[in-house]
T-cell receptor, first 119, second 113 residues
């Protein structure tokens, strides 16, 4: 009954390859995210999808492309992998609740992470 | 955009002592401030959050304070235990930005038994 799940947990690949990381949430949330955590533990948002629409793209190279087949899934495709792409990638989800004059955002739930190593 | 600074980057305390982690933010429109705990090999997990209409919030041994005027907020952990050892992240966001939180750089807390 995992809330946010990611596959694979570990991914080792060579430079130039194309790979995908999958994310699924069973919380019924309408917003999903991808974060990158580097070796210094810095956590940076990459993408956010709300109801299958991209609403954030934080200057991430276009080699990275999120794909959301439905509200419960947000997959991350990476083309032409580079050494600097090595990091832990976290998926997260949250629920945006529209209320009166503002949108109330609930807390984000993170997946367990995918450790990507590019050799 | 928002800029969040977190201090200290590492913190070591003796079991039973208190630990305090501080964050400052730059966007005066930010109104949601969550704190996450990340244990080794796991994803960040929300432990407490505070919204701008509240100055302090407490949940058992954990408390968060917010000073909107000075644009800083702090996490307080009392009676620390070894299992509190983890990396802690603060974050700030505007509710209207659909959860686009800017994270601090993290604090590695070590509680020595």
């Amino acid at each position: 009954d995992t809330a946010v799940s990611q596959t694979p947990k570990y991914l080792v690949t060579q430079m130039g390859n194309d790979k995908s990381i999958k994310c699924e949430q069973n919380l019924g949330h309408d917003t999903m995210y991808w974060y990158k955590q580097d070796s210094k533990k810095f956590l940076k948002i990459m993408f956010s999808y709300n109801n299958k629409e991209l609403i954030i793209n934080e200057t991430v190279p276009n080699r990275f492309s999120p794909k959301s087949p439905d509200k419960a899934h947000l997959n991350l495709h990476i083309n032409s992998l580079e050494l600097g792409d090595s990091a832990v990638y976290f998926c997260a989800s949250s629920q945006a609740i529209s209320g009166r004059a503002h949108v109330d955002i609930n807390e984000q739930y993170f997946g367990p992470g995918t450790r990507l190593t590019v050799t | 955009g928002e800029n969040v600074e977190q201090h200290p980057s590492t913190l070591s305390v003796q079991e039973g002592d208190s630990a305090v982690i501080k964050c400052t933010y730059s966007d005066s429109a930010s109104n949601y401030f969550p704190w996450y705990k990340q244990e080794l090999g796991k994803g960040p997990q929300l432990i407490i959050d505070i919204r701008s209409n509240v100055g302090e919030k407490k949940d058992q041994r954990i408390a968060v304070t917010l000073n909107k005027t000075a644009k800083h907020f702090s996490l307080h952990i009392t009676e620390t235990q070894p299992e509190d050892s983890a990396v802690y992240f603060c974050a700030a966001s505007r509710d209207t930005n659909a959860g686009n939180s800017t994270f601090g750089d993290g604090t590695t807390l070590t509680v020595k038994p």
